[in-house]
């Protein structure tokens, strides 16, 4: 686990691959502002560069349905821990989206 995210429940790190992670409190740019939402009207996807390089990799957010002017972007961050989600976890990374899907964690099961 890179720093204390795990423990904390807040992290601005983002898995490009498999090699290299985005720290967006290192040159990141207003993406990093994206709220979480159980119910998201966009995803991030890992787009992989054309010459293979995993250096190159990046990182977009695309809209999974119109969104309207003014309408916050959201979405599902899918933070997978490696540990067990105990109650004190699931707690630490409390979800408030507030949508009638609400897990009430940003956990996610492990694959």
Request: charged share 20%; with cysteine.
């Amino acid at each position: 686990m890179y720093g204390d995210g795990a423990e904390s429940g807040h992290t601005f790190l983002f898995a490009l691959n498999r090699r290299y992670i985005v720290d967006a409190t290192v040159g990141g740019n207003a993406a990093r502002w994206i709220n979480h939402s159980c119910t998201p009207n966009c995803q991030a996807v890992i787009v992989h560069h054309a010459d293979g390089n995993p250096r190159r990799d990046r990182i977009v957010i695309e809209a999974l349905r119109d969104i309207a002017p003014g309408e916050e972007l959201t979405y599902n961050y899918g933070i997978v821990l490696d540990v067990r989600h105990t109650t004190r976890l699931k707690k630490l990374w409390a979800c408030h989206c507030g949508s009638p899907a609400c897990t009430g964690t940003l956990l996610q099961p492990k694959y």
